[in-house]
């Protein structure tokens, strides 16, 4: 006869919740509002980053995971401070995180 486990519902809510955010998805999600608030094309964009228009794109869909030194020349071609765009990324990353974990307790943050 088989035995009745209990339902663990920490295990359930884990289970059930969203994955936690990629990063780069993040950043590429950002990257592509900054770059559609100014009217910018694609290409130009990456013309003045010093990269392909399809690099460029992928990184806007969250499927590369750009260099720093990537990062910095996409920021730089669109104007915008560094600071800013990883405050705006980290503040995404946060929303998606929270989110996702509603049913599951509390995020923590180290101080």
Same mark, same amino acid.
């Given at each position: ?16 919740? +969203?994955? =936690?955010?990629?990063?780069? *998805? ?6 592509? &509002? #900054?770059?559609?608030?100014? %009217?910018? $094309? ?5 013309e ?9 794109? +992928?990184? =806007?869909?969250?499927?590369? *995971? ?6 910095a &020349? #996409?920021?730089?071609?669109? %104007?915008? $401070? ?30």
């Amino acid at each position: 006869m088989a035995d009745i486990l209990p339902f663990d519902q920490n295990r359930a809510a884990v289970k059930a919740r +969203e994955p =936690e955010p990629l990063w780069r *998805e993040a950043l590429g999600r950002a990257l592509r &509002a #900054v770059r559609e608030e100014q %009217g910018d $094309r694609l290409v130009d964009v990456a013309e003045r980053a010093g990269m392909s228009p399809q690099y460029l794109s +992928e990184v =806007e869909r969250g499927r590369k *995971e750009p260099s720093s030194e990537m990062i910095a &020349a #996409v920021t730089g071609a669109l %104007g915008v $401070r560094l600071a800013d765009l990883l405050a705006q990324v980290a503040g995404d990353v946060r929303r998606r995180t929270a989110a996702g974990r509603r049913t599951s307790g509390p995020v923590l943050l180290a101080a």
